[in-house]
Nanobody, 120 residues
């Protein structure tokens, strides 16, 4: 059974930091591309970071560049999203997802999400 399980969300003040975690199981972790998505209140889910698991290279949405960092630990089947200098606009549900291609990212697996609330 494939599972992606996120954790690490919480309530923080603006300017703070969080590290979100995503643990993958039940599939060939190294063969997938992983991404993080944010669904802010009242908005559509949008991708914020994408990581090539094999190389560790990552790309980011313009809105989060310089503040978000995707990190992987292949030995643990974990991907992380380090978020610094949080702003209220970062509030929402964060999901990790897996796809077979990083070039044409079409998620086949989703986690259940972890909630982040940032107060000003």
């Amino acid at each position: 059974q494939v599972q992606l399980v996120e954790s690490g969300g919480g309530s923080v003040q603006a300017g703070g930091s969080l590290r979100l975690s995503c643990l993958g199981s039940g599939y060939r972790y190294g063969r997938y591309c992983m991404a993080w998505f944010l669904q802010a209140p009242g908005k559509e889910r949008e991708e914020v970071a994408r990581m090539y698991i094999i190389t560790g290279d990552a790309t980011y949405a313009d809105s989060v560049k310089g503040r978000f960092t995707a990190i992987r630990d292949n030995a643990k089947n974990m991907v992380y999203l380090q978020i610094n200098n949080l702003t209220p606009e970062d509030t929402g549900m964060y999901y990790c997802a897996a796809a077979s291609s990083c070039i044409d990212f079409r998620p086949v697996y989703w986690g259940q999400g972890t909630q982040v609330n940032v107060s000003s």
